[in-house]
């Protein structure tokens, strides 16, 4: 058939029908696999379950293979957490550097850090070494209504 490595390409298209899961999650397919395997709860953080089918299970495969390559793309800020989601994205997903965590780090919103459209970054020198501060500096914020999405670098 053509095909070099039949497990990489069936990896591929299990992630990518994982991407269509988070985009399309108004399509009937979604919503039914939502309402069997994730009701109270996103795709993200969805569990295998102890009845689940061949699909589901594959599916879940593919979620892993499209979370080494998933990020926020930040708008607003108001759906990403600043320490435990991936929204930095200059060339290769950069995460904050590991720190322990206080009850505000871990509820601190990438919307607390932005006010008018710009970073506002000087209160939060005490929680933000100079590399960090650099990275989330350059993050461009575009001016738009729109919410934070999801994007498969």
């Known amino acids: ?4 490595d039949l497990e990489v390409f069936n990896k591929a298209l299990l992630a990518k029908t994982a991407w269509r899961l988070i ?9 039914i696999l939502k309402g069997v395997y994730f009701p109270k709860s996103d795709f993200l953080k969805a569990r295998k379950g102890s009845k689940a089918s061949w699909a589901w299970t594959s599916i879940l495969e593919g979620r892993e293979v499209l ?8 708008v607003n800020g108001g759906k990403v ?12 997903v950069y995460s904050l550097k590991p ?27 005490n929680i933000l070494d ?12 575009p ?3 729109l919410e934070d999405m999801m994007m498969w670098l």
Not at 23 to 31: A, G, I
């Open 130 to 141: 100079e590399e960090d501060i650099g990275r989330i500096k350059r993050v461009k914020l």
């Open 81 to 92: 957490r600043v320490f435990s989601d991936d929204w930095l994205t200059n060339g290769p």
């Open 99 to 125: 720190r322990v965590l206080t009850d505000e780090m871990k509820n601190l919103m990438v919307s607390d850090l932005i006010r008018d459209g710009r970073w506002t970054l000087e209160n939060y020198g």
């Open 67 to 74: 979370k080494e390559d998933l990020c926020w793309k930040i």
């Open 1 to 4: 058939m053509g095909f070099r």
């Open 143 to 145: 001016r738009s209504n």
């Open 23 to 31: 985009q399309n999650l108004d399509d009937l397919w979604c919503r």
